[in-house]
Each structure stands twice: as structure tokens, then as C-alpha cells.
């Protein structure tokens, strides 16, 4: 079979390599991989960037795919051939004497892994996958817009579990990612009225996407008045919630001037260099500075009920490109001329 794979620990090293089909394990499932999202931790990977380290230096690709179940392990019990499914990308095996597994936070154990990162993923045209970490896909669903679940998830997880945004509130995204952009889809679909802002570079694809789907947006940068006088134009007493997903420091510091007082800021991207700045400034207007980290799986179930709720227009944000032009694929997405790439592996 075709597979997308790392092959050394060096700047853009993976390509497409002819494998054999995995066998599954007693408590795996085989899944033919129908479709295949690329993530920004992929593209992390894939250049190397610090903080990726203990991504295997041979590995397959993938973790948020979608599939049909084509053979079982010997012990399977939850799965029959034919069942149309998800995989939970950051996995920590159920144990019950886990207080985070106990808590409704798997993702946070110290004994997770990410498939696709750690082990073989779904880059490729065969998958083996635990039983445990598989999720039915409902029947109205396709699974090219299957394979956003796992980003959609990561977005659910951010405005339900670490934010209070309810009906009518004001929400700035910062960072048209497609983290930010999903995270914009979950507050709007729970009646926020949401603004969301880039800089230059994202103004020809992202922000051309953000506002094709609905969404007032802001541009910052040196050319431009800075976000909190911007932000006064729709909202002039501040925002109730801000979502950081930029991942720019810089933004993250500066986040305080354009939230009302009493406000949530949630920071659900990864900084790749440490933060110098003022909390005084957060702590005189009281605003609760929050993370989000990944998902589980009410996260993701959640994000089946917002695409059959027809909340996510995969049409405009996503380009497909078939598994062989994986590369490509990874090229278009780190010059951010796409917004949100997908593989096709039966192409
Ligand atoms: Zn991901």
C-alpha cells in the first residue's frame, strides 16, 4: 500500500513509500482510510520544528482520518466489518485508577500518545487502530467532512469545556487557522457574535475563507491600528472571550486591551518561544487567562452533532488532494496557500 512517511529527523523528510498492508493486533481494528486532514502539528512535524521531538524519526503521518473497518483482530468486540469510523488522534488507554482517565481528561495523562505522531497514522491507504480509540461516524455524515472531526473536536473542547460563551456574547478569534476558524464555527453556533483577526499574509486565503463563511475580520500588523482600537469599531465595550490561536506571542500578550473587564481569554495554540508579559494588566481588569489543550471524546461527538447541524462548511475550507501529492499537499499548507488540506487516500 501507499503510505506518507517520515524517514529521518531532518527539514521536509517524507514522501510516499510502497508498504505492506499492517496486520491488526489482537484488540485492532483495519481500517481502509478514506479521507485524511492535514494538521499544523503534522507540519510542525514535518519541518522539525522544536518542540516535536519525540515524533518517531520513521513513522507514518495522519491522525485525523476517517475510514471503513475491513478486518478485526482476533479479540475485537466493539466493531463489525463495514462500520464507517473516526479515530481519536491523542489516545491514553483506559485505565480506571487514572485520575485523568477518571475525570473526563484523558488527553491530559501523562501516558498519552498521538497516532500519526508516535506510531503509524492515517497517511496511507491502511490503518491499524485499538478498538478503544475508534468512533462511529453517524450515517448522514460524509467522510471527506468526517475527516474534520478531530480538528472540530479540539475547537469543541476550547469554547465548551474552557470558555463561558453563551448566546449574544462577544468573541474575538485571533488567528485564522483552522483551529480559530472552527473554534469561530463553535461560538457562533452557540449564538456568539464573532470577529476574527489575522495579519497579511493570511488575507488571501484564511481571512478570504473567515469572511466566505460568514465572519467579520480584522487585519493587524504594522500597517494597521492595533487590534483593541479595531476591535472598539464592533465592539465598543470590549469582548467578552477572546480565543488565542495564533500562536504569536506578541498576541497573546497584547489580549487584555480588547476584553471587557471580568473577561476569558483562552489560549488554545502552541507558543514555540516563551512569553514576556504583563499580568498586571489582566489581573486590574480581572481577566481569567485560560489553555486548552486537545480533546476526548464527547469533544468529538459534539462535533458530529455541529455537522449534522450543517454548522461547518468543509466545502469552502477544505482543498482534497490525493494521498500522492501528499507533499504538495504539506508545500500548499505551509505557505498558506489552503486553508485546510485533505488527503484522499482511495484516489
Ligand atoms: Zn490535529
Given at each position: 500500500?501507499?503510505?506518507?512517511?517520515?524517514?529521518?529527523?531532518?527539514?521536509?523528510?517524507?514522501?510516499?513509500?510502497?508498504?505492506?498492508?499492517?496486520?491488526?493486533?489482537?484488540?485492532?481494528?483495519?481500517?481502509?482510510?478514506?479521507?485524511?486532514?492535514?494538521?499544523?502539528?503534522?507540519?510542525?512535524?514535518?519541518?522539525?520544528?522544536?518542540?516535536?521531538?519525540?515524533v518517531?524519526?520513521?513513522?507514518?503521518?495522519?491522525?485525523?482520518?476517517?475510514?471503513?473497518?475491513?478486518?478485526?483482530?482476533?479479540?475485537?468486540?466493539?466493531?463489525?466489518?463495514?462500520?464507517?469510523?473516526?479515530?481519536?488522534?491523542?489516545?491514553?488507554?483506559n485505565?480506571?485508577?487514572?485520575?485523568?482517565?477518571?475525570?473526563?481528561?484523558?488527553?491530559?495523562?501523562?501516558?498519552?500518545?498521538?497516532?500519526?505522531?508516535?506510531?503509524?497514522?492515517?497517511?496511507?491507504?491502511?490503518?491499524?487502530?485499538?478498538?478503544?480509540?475508534?468512533?462511529?461516524?453517524?450515517?448522514n455524515?460524509?467522510?471527506?467532512?468526517?475527516?474534520?472531526?478531530?480538528?472540530?473536536?479540539?475547537?469543541?473542547?476550547?469554547?465548551?469545556?474552557?470558555?463561558?460563551?453563551?448566546?449574544?456574547?462577544?468573541?474575538?478569534?485571533?488567528?485564522?487557522?483552522?483551529?480559530?476558524?472552527?473554534?469561530a464555527v463553535?461560538?457562533?453556533?452557540?449564538?456568539?457574535?464573532?470577529?476574527?483577526?489575522?495579519?497579511?499574509?493570511?488575507?488571501?486565503?484564511?481571512?478570504?475563507?473567515?469572511?466566505?463563511?460568514?465572519?467579520?475580520?480584522?487585519?493587524?500588523?504594522?500597517?494597521?491600528?492595533?487590534?483593541?482600537e479595531?476591535?472598539?469599531?464592533?465592539?465598543?465595550?470590549?469582548?467578552?472571550?477572546?480565543?488565542?490561536?495564533?500562536?504569536?506571542?506578541h498576541?497573546?500578550?497584547?489580549?487584555?486591551?480588547?476584553?471587557?473587564?471580568?473577561?476569558?481569554?483562552?489560549?488554545?495554540?502552541?507558543?514555540s518561544?516563551?512569553?514576556?508579559?504583563?499580568?498586571?494588566?489582566?489581573?486590574?481588569?480581572?481577566?481569567?487567562?485560560?489553555?486548552s489543550?486537545?480533546?476526548?471524546?464527547?469533544?468529538?461527538?459534539?462535533?458530529?452533532?455541529?455537522?449534522?447541524?450543517?454548522?461547518?462548511?468543509?466545502?469552502?475550507?477544505?482543498?482534497?488532494?490525493?494521498?500522492?501529492?501528499?507533499?504538495?499537499?504539506?508545500?500548499?499548507?505551509?505557505?498558506?496557500?489552503?486553508?485546510?488540506?485533505?488527503?484522499?487516500?482511495?484516489?
Amino acid at each position: 500500500m501507499k503510505a506518507f512517511r517520515r524517514f529521518a529527523k531532518k527539514e521536509r523528510s517524507a514522501k510516499l513509500e510502497e508498504i505492506s498492508v499492517p496486520k491488526p493486533g489482537a484488540k485492532e481494528v483495519l481500517v481502509q482510510v478514506s479521507h485524511c486532514g492535514i494538521c499544523g502539528s503534522d507540519l510542525h512535524a514535518w519541518l522539525n520544528h522544536k518542540g516535536y521531538e519525540s515524533v518517531l524519526a520513521e513513522v507514518t503521518f495522519g491522525h485525523e482520518l476517517s475510514g471503513v473497518v475491513t478486518e478485526l483482530g482476533k479479540d475485537v468486540e466493539k466493531w463489525k466489518l463495514g462500520d464507517r469510523v473516526v479515530m481519536i488522534a491523542l489516545q491514553t488507554a483506559n485505565d480506571p485508577k487514572d485520575p485523568f482517565c477518571q475525570n473526563g481528561l484523558p488527553q491530559l495523562s501523562e501516558r498519552r500518545r498521538v497516532q500519526g505522531l508516535h506510531l503509524d497514522g492515517g497517511m496511507a491507504e491502511y490503518v491499524c487502530v485499538n478498538e478503544e480509540f475508534l468512533i462511529k461516524i453517524p450515517t448522514n455524515i460524509p467522510m471527506s467532512l468526517a475527516a474534520l472531526t478531530e480538528p472540530l473536536s479540539v475547537a469543541e473542547h476550547c469554547i465548551e469545556n474552557r470558555t463561558s460563551i453563551r448566546d449574544k456574547d462577544r468573541v474575538i478569534v485571533s488567528g485564522p487557522g483552522i483551529i480559530g476558524m472552527l473554534c469561530a464555527v463553535c461560538a457562533r453556533a452557540r449564538g456568539a457574535e464573532v470577529l476574527i483577526v489575522g495579519t497579511e499574509k493570511d488575507e488571501e486565503v484564511r481571512l478570504a475563507t473567515a469572511k466566505k463563511i460568514g465572519f467579520k475580520t480584522i487585519t493587524v500588523g504594522n500597517k494597521y491600528a492595533p487590534l483593541h482600537e479595531q476591535t472598539k469599531n464592533y465592539f465598543p465595550d470590549g469582548a467578552n472571550s477572546l480565543i488565542e490561536a495564533s500562536g504569536a506571542s506578541h498576541a497573546l500578550g497584547e489580549t487584555w486591551r480588547s476584553v471587557q473587564p471580568n473577561g476569558i481569554v483562552t489560549a488554545v495554540a502552541l507558543y514555540s518561544r516563551s512569553i514576556d508579559f504583563d499580568l498586571t494588566q489582566f489581573l486590574r481588569k480581572q481577566i481569567d487567562l485560560r489553555t486548552s489543550y486537545a480533546s476526548s471524546k464527547p469533544d468529538y461527538l459534539r462535533a458530529f452533532k455541529l455537522m449534522e447541524a450543517g454548522q461547518v462548511d468543509a466545502d469552502i475550507m477544505v482543498s482534497i488532494f490525493d494521498l500522492k501529492d501528499a507533499e504538495s499537499a504539506f508545500r500548499e499548507s505551509e505557505n498558506l496557500k489552503v486553508m485546510k488540506a485533505v488527503l484522499n487516500c482511495r484516489s
